[in-house]
């Protein structure tokens, strides 16, 4: 049994090694450029508050569309500049293979949690660092389940994920025209995102600093 325990306990101090030594050899740039884009990202999550529980548990509830409308807004735009850039060679990107099983079960456990915790791993730092005792908490939480995964990943989360397809891309479907595709669809998710309308869910706090003519409830 402490021969187990220790084992386990050597081979998740191996597999965190190795992920900081990945993390350090993937050139992301220097430790002043990852620092500003942090806190560029931090403040547009700010002024759009989708770090608020209303914002991504209204969504989940279809009475909140400001997290779909940045979420379809940033996914058209970055997905064209990304690929060009890639063309380019002046940016690259790791492709995860397609497992339908994994994606489908993950991603019905992630949508039900974000619902529930009224949070996404963006947004959640984003709350602790205002002070949210409660995203600390959830945090912590995520940390202990991701421990979880990694400790018992190859005798039970792997058998259950299913069989990989290959790493697959939208442009690749369609060889010779990859970059006509790259643009159509970035173009259409942005479209969707100026398309959807403008719905959104203050909280008591929030409708207080509101002028009257502004406020829903009036």
Partial sequence: MDITVKTQGTDLISRLAQMFENVIHQG???LALVFLIGII???????????????????????????????????????????????????????????WQGLLVGGALFGISMAIFGKCPGTGPVSIAEGRIDVLVGAIGGLFGGLVFTLYYDDFFKPLMGESLGKLTL???????????????????????????????????????LPDDQRPDK
């Fill in 41 to 99: 990202f931090g403040g547009i999550i700010q002024y759009t508050r989708v770090d608020k529980f209303e914002k991504i548990a209204g969504f989940a509830m279809l009475k909140d569309t400001i997290v779909p409308k940045m979420l379809f807004l940033a996914v058209g735009l970055t997905s064209i500049g990304l690929y060009f850039m890639i063309e380019a060679g002046y940016a690259h990107y790791h492709i995860k293979p397609i497992i």
């Fill in 171 to 209: 442009p690749s479907f369609f060889p010779g025209h990859e970059h006509v595709v790259a643009l159509i669809f970035g173009v259409a998710v942005t479209l969707i995102a100026i398309v959807i309308p403008k719905i959104e869910l203050f909280d008591e706090a929030d409708l207080s600093q």
């Fill in 28 to 30: 992301h740039g220097s």
